[in-house]
């Protein structure tokens, strides 16, 4: 017997910090069940499971550093954004499901970028649905 999976309504993008998890775990919450896609967590330490759709999985990247050993926040999530951008674009999957992204990482410059390349990205692929 064939197998047949639903395609999910919602697709998603969340990613940020720790001091960002419970901004995404209250957006986790008011998603449908159907939602699929991504949670990233830039985190050196461990994560607590997260209330997760079922279909959501949640990745953690470690911290960048530099030369000098400080932390470089925001950049892991920001090329995480950036390869779920070029895969899920609207164009091939814009009938099939909502895109919804939203990247925390306060005060990081590369995350903020992400953000708007996300933003500019998704209101371009709707606006040529």
């Not at 461990?46 to 959501?56: F, H, K, S, T």
């Not at 925001?74 to 992204?101: I, K, N, Q, Y």
């Amino acid at each position: 017997m064939a197998r047949t999976v639903p395609d999910p309504s919602v697709h998603v993008f969340l990613g940020g910090t720790l001091a960002d998890l419970v901004t995404i775990e209250a957006m986790l919450a008011t998603m449908p069940l159907c939602t699929y896609g991504q949670v990233v967590i830039e985190s050196d330490d461990e994560i607590a499971p997260l209330n997760l759709p079922r279909r959501v999985q949640v990745r953690r990247v470690g911290v960048r550093r530099s030369i000098t050993g400080d932390a470089i926040t925001g950049e892991a999530v920001a090329r995480a954004a950036d390869a779920w951008l070029g895969e899920w674009m609207p164009g091939e999957h814009e009938t099939r499901s909502s895109l919804f992204a939203w990247i925390g990482c306060e005060g990081s410059i590369a995350a903020a970028d992400a953000a708007d390349r996300l933003d500019h990205s998704l209101r371009a692929g709707l606006a040529g649905s």
